[in-house]
Antibody
Framework: QVQLVQSGAEVKKPGSSVKVSCKASGGTFSSYTISWVRQAPGQGLEWMGRIIPILGIANYAQKFQGRVTITADKSTSTAYMELSSLRSEDTAVYYC???????????WGQGTLVTVSS | EIVLTQSPGTLSLSPGERATLSCRASQSVSSSYLAWYQQKPGQAPRLLIYGASSRATGIPDRFSGSGSGTDFTLTISRLEPEDFAVYYCQQYGSSRYTFGQGTKLEIK
């Protein structure tokens, strides 16, 4: 059973960047695909991107291409999502999720609220 | 990117009734890599169905998924009070995953 613990809530100014961490325990980190999903207040789920730690390859949604960077540190079983050029519309809860699609394994972090406000 | 369109937007039913939720893709979903999630207020999403029709661990058998290509369905055979929530489909058959906009299942 994998547990994902995310970093705490953040308040950021427009134009700045935020970096959210997601530390995994209880599983083989490199075996999972780590995705980042966000949810604005009262809105649906929005997939931002993913990384496969064993390959070090990241893919991003077109909407966030050039503004988001997802990395993974296998030595600490921690994934990171950095979003730059923040605007008010980026205010949301950001989730990390670890999955092995073929096996139906799917674990989520507790979510990190990022508030962008001047 | 593959666009997923869910219908209806809101479904009003009573406990004990059958729920049918639809998810249509803008192009064929590779290898039926289609998942369904349930989300309740203040909680992270919970995986119900993967591979279009396989139930995730611990999911009751009243939940079933079907479909292939561009048309997928989540069926809840007999609604329990705890099933009223928002449901999302997600495709993971391409390198860029996408979610549908969600269907809210509410008590009638």
């Amino acid at each position: 059973q994998v547990q994902l613990v995310q970093s705490g809530a953040e308040v950021k100014k427009p134009g700045s960047s935020v970096k959210v961490s997601c530390k995994a325990s209880g599983g083989t980190f490199s075996s999972y695909t780590i995705s980042w999903v966000r949810q604005a207040p009262g809105q649906g789920l929005e997939w931002m991107g993913r990384i496969i730690p064993i390959l070090g390859i990241a893919n991003y949604a077109q909407k966030f291409q050039g503004r988001v960077t997802i990395t993974a540190d296998k030595s600490t079983s921690t994934a990171y999502m950095e979003l730059s050029s923040l605007r008010s519309e980026d205010t949301a809860v950001y989730y990390c999720a670890a999955s092995i699609a073929a096996a139906g394994e799917d674990y989520w972090g507790q979510g990190t609220l990022v508030t962008v406000s001047s | 990117e593959i666009v997923l369109t869910q219908s209806p937007g809101t479904l009003s039913l009573s406990p004990g009734e059958r729920a049918t939720l639809s998810c249509r893709a803008s192009q064929s979903v590779s290898s039926s890599y289609l998942a369904w999630y349930q989300q309740k207020p203040g909680q992270a999403p919970r995986l119900l169905i993967y591979g279009a029709s396989s139930r995730a661990t611990g999911i009751p058998d009243r939940f079933s998924g079907s479909g292939s290509g561009t048309d997928f369905t989540l069926t809840i055979s007999r609604l329990e009070p705890e099933d009223f929530a928002v449901y999302y489909c997600q495709q993971y058959g391409s390198s860029r995953y996408t979610f549908g906009q969600g269907t809210k299942l509410e008590i009638k």
